[in-house]
């Protein structure tokens, strides 16, 4: 089973400041199965990036993913007092199906 | 719109057996690749996917639980239901239903809390 490895645990840093969120795959991931999640507290999950570098729906192009093999990251251009969050990144093996999660990053406000 | 929603007991004693029922709009699990996967968090900790069932009625484990879970589906109902046997405290958890496309959760319940204790 593959395990996916994020780093930093936490990252502190200022509203406007760049975010880069690293994502650490024990084998190989294909990129089209490599997706990014944002959750606040008390809510659940929500898609952020999906296929290594695709925005979901309604996501703010200052998210972008990028990456391949077993390395991916989330890049966050500018943060915003919206964007402090915990941050998984997610990844799918077909068969047979099965779904890993990272972790966590925890974005706090420094 | 998708919407899903979770529910079920919010305490089960050790031993027990869990019964979660996820009821969903916005799509039918009739609808060819149409699937909905649960997914729970303990306390401050990760994301650990349990089980996924799709609209031909495949099911799907996670490896270290199967033994444990049974994943069905209520397609008049809208409703998938999961039951977990043998419940400890480890796993208290607050377990989310999601419509899964593929390889992505992208949308999802609001989650309901299950504590496991005597």
């Known amino acids: 089973e593959t395990v996916l490895t994020q780093s930093p645990g936490t990252l502190s840093l200022s509203p406007g400041e760049r975010a880069t969120l690293s994502c650490r795959a024990s084998q190989s991931v294909r990129t089209s199965f490599l997706a990014w999640y944002q959750q606040k507290p008390g809510q659940a999950p929500r898609l952020l990036i999906f296929?290594?570098?695709s925005r979901a729906t309604g996501i703010p192009d200052r998210f972008s993913g990028s990456g391949s093999g077993t390395d991916f990251t989330l890049t966050i251009s500018r943060v915003e007092p919206e964007d402090f969050a915990v941050y998984y990144c997610q990844q799918y093996w077909s068969s047979p199906p099965t779904y890993t999660f990272g972790q966590g990053t925890k974005l706090e406000i420094k | 719109q998708v919407t899903l929603k979770e529910s079920g007991p919010a305490l089960v004693k050790p031993t027990q057996t869990l019964r979660l029922t996820c009821t969903f709009s916005?799509?039918?699990?009739?609808?060819?690749?149409?699937?909905v996967s649960w997914i729970r968090q303990p306390p401050g900790k990760a994301l650990e996917w349990l089980a996924r069932?799709?609209?031909?009625?495949?099911?799907f484990y996670s490896t270290s639980l199967k033994t444990r879970l049974t994943i069905s589906k209520d397609t008049s109902k809208n409703q998938v239901v999961l039951t977990m046997t043998n419940m400890d405290p480890v796993d208290t958890a607050t377990y989310y239903c999601?419509?899964?496309?593929?390889?992505?959760?992208?949308?999802w319940g609001q989650g309901a809390l299950v504590t496991v204790s005597s």
């Open positions: 296929a290594t570098s």
């Open positions: 069932i799709d609209w031909d009625d495949d099911k």
């Open positions: 999601a419509r899964t496309d593929g390889g992505i959760f992208d949308d």
């Open positions: 916005g799509f039918s699990l009739r609808t060819s690749g149409m699937r």
